[in-house]
């Protein structure tokens, strides 16, 4: 290799070096900012802290100082690494009210009966009657399950909850949250970074729907899921042992692997079999094109009459805490036929564009 060629790859180690360099420092730095307790001050000392640090590493680098440079950055990050790693779930902190208390379940049969099932009464966001109930399923009576999207800024991101129906017109909502402590709210860069525990809630759809339609005024979708009975009673056990699971083993929510769309994906990827990935598992959004696509929806109608029919936004609000709640919200939403539940789906070539 002649000098100019030695020279040219050094110059592509080094600016290599710098990117990977500033990568590591910048998830170092949101690492400490969420992570670090007691304050905003106490948490601007240690950022400043590690960007001066980081920032004599990038120099040593760019003055061609690769060895030191590299050496000094990898040691400092591996002790970051470590107290990154000794960051622990727990279920053992003051939380926020409305997951305060952690749902479980026990079965016995084809009897279910869920603990601390959320039933409040919201007036406004900061305004409620805590109510926190014991209530029993037979999953023999179960006849329907609901996917609900909810919106709240933009149409890629959406929060996704599962609704149960039983043949007496009783629901019950299954909705994973992030835990979060009181006075704190949700930040989609704090979900990367251990920020949040995991929660699993059952609910009432008066509270759970309500309110982010009528209280927090979010944009709601119903879709009715196509999926045999079988089916829908092993998922309402998933969610169940997901539940029980949470409250012996705490984990930590995740923005991108562990949501409200990635733990329903794996749960009926588990009871149904091979489920193909794709980006709308992520963006939650556009997650009806997906379901629709793999034959999860009502394929009589097209995935837009579909969303026209689903809309209950307005239905929610007008029926506000009327006991016929959950019947006034799927005025005008088709059910799915029985036979559509036993038949398998088609194959995706027959079907409409999503």
Excluded at 65 to 74: S, W
Excluded at 84 to 111: C, F, I, K, Q
Excluded at 279 to 286: D, E, F, V
């Amino acid at each position: 290799m002649n000098s100019a060629a030695a020279a040219f790859a050094g110059v592509g180690t080094t600016r290599l070096a710098l990117v990977m360099v500033s990568v590591l420092a910048g998830w170092g730095g949101l690492a400490l900012w969420y992570q670090v307790p007691g304050g905003r001050i106490r948490k601007s000392v240690s950022v400043t802290a590690w960007a001066a640090l980081s920032g004599a590493m990038l120099i040593a680098l760019w003055q061609s100082c690769l060895v030191l440079g590299l050496l000094g950055f990898t040691v400092a990050f591996a002790a970051l690494l470590g107290w990154w790693h000794r960051l622990v779930p727990s279920n053992d902190r003051v939380w926020a009210d409305d997951v305060a208390e952690m749902t479980t379940g026990t079965v016995e049969g084809s009897r279910v009966t869920l603990h601390n099932v959320r039933n409040f009464d919201w007036r406004s966001d900061s305004d409620y009657t805590r109510r926190w109930e014991s209530r029993s399923y037979d999953l023999e009576s179960l006849d329907c399950v609901d996917m609900i999207l909810s919106y709240w800024s933009n149409q890629a991101i959406a929060h996704v909850l599962i609704s149960f129906g039983f043949n007496n017109g009783e629901h019950v909502v299954f909705s994973v949250e992030i835990r979060r402590r009181k006075g704190d709210g949700f930040s989609e860069i704090g979900g990367f970074f251990k920020e949040f525990e995991l929660s699993v809630i059952a609910a009432d759809e008066r509270d759970v729907i309500r309110v982010r339609a009528n209280i927090r005024a979010e944009d709601d979708y119903l879709y009715r899921i196509r999926l045999p009975v079988p089916a829908m009673r092993s998922l309402f056990l998933a969610y169940v042992d997901q539940a029980n699971r949470l409250v012996v083993a705490p984990r930590f929510y995740n923005t991108l692997s562990v949501n409200c769309t990635t733990l329903v994906y794996h749960m009926v990827k588990h009871i149904v079999g091979y489920l193909p990935w794709d980006y709308r598992l992520l963006l939650s959004g556009y997650l009806p094109a997906y379901v629709y696509r793999i034959g999860g929806l009502d394929t009589r109608y097209t995935l837009k009459q579909l969303r026209a029919f689903g809309r209950i936004t307005e239905r929610a609000k007008k029926s506000g805490r009327s006991a016929t709640y959950s019947a006034d919200i799927r005025q005008g939403v088709p059910r799915v036929e029985a036979r559509e539940l036993a038949e398998r789906a088609a194959p995706a070539s027959s079907r409409h564009s999503a």
